[in-house]
Nanobody, 123 residues
Framework: EVQLQASGGGLVQTGGSLRLSCTASGLPFDDSPIGWVRQAPGREIEGVAC??????HYAESVRGRFTIGSDDAKNTKYLQMNSLTPEDTGVYYC??????????????????RGQGTQVTVSS
């Protein structure tokens, strides 16, 4: 059974930073496409970023501010979020899949999703 666990959310002021972490069990973490999606209140789920070895994709709304990466020492994937704005507020989910490619549209089809972590950016 694949299990994903996201953590690191919180409350931050506009312009602040947060680092989300994702741990996984039950799938080849290093080789599988990993991504982050978010859902703001009253809005549809939005793909934020995805990665697989030597491949990264970002939503236009976060490009240049967010970085998806791998912390091999901790065996986790992370989403470093800088220059946060209230529009970044939402529940962030770590997602993964063994088949779908790394792309923003594909994130909506990923089979594995962990519990979300709340990110709130105050103005």
């Amino acid at each position: 059974e694949v299990q994903l666990q996201a953590s690191g959310g919180g409350l931050v002021q506009t312009g602040g930073s947060l680092r989300l972490s994702c741990t996984a069990s039950g799938l080849p973490f290093d080789d599988s496409p990993i991504g982050w999606v978010r859902q703001a209140p009253g809005r549809e789920i939005e793909g934020v970023a995805c990665m697989r070895p030597r491949e990264f994709h970002y939503a236009e709304s976060v490009r240049g501010r967010f970085t998806i990466g791998s912390d091999d020492a901790k065996n986790t994937k992370y989403l470093q979020m800088n220059s946060l704005t209230p529009e970044d507020t939402g529940v962030y989910y770590c997602v993964a899949d063994e088949i779908w490619p790394c792309s923003l549209p594909s994130l909506h089809h990923y089979h594995h999703r962990g519990q979300g972590t709340q990110v709130t950016v105050s103005s």
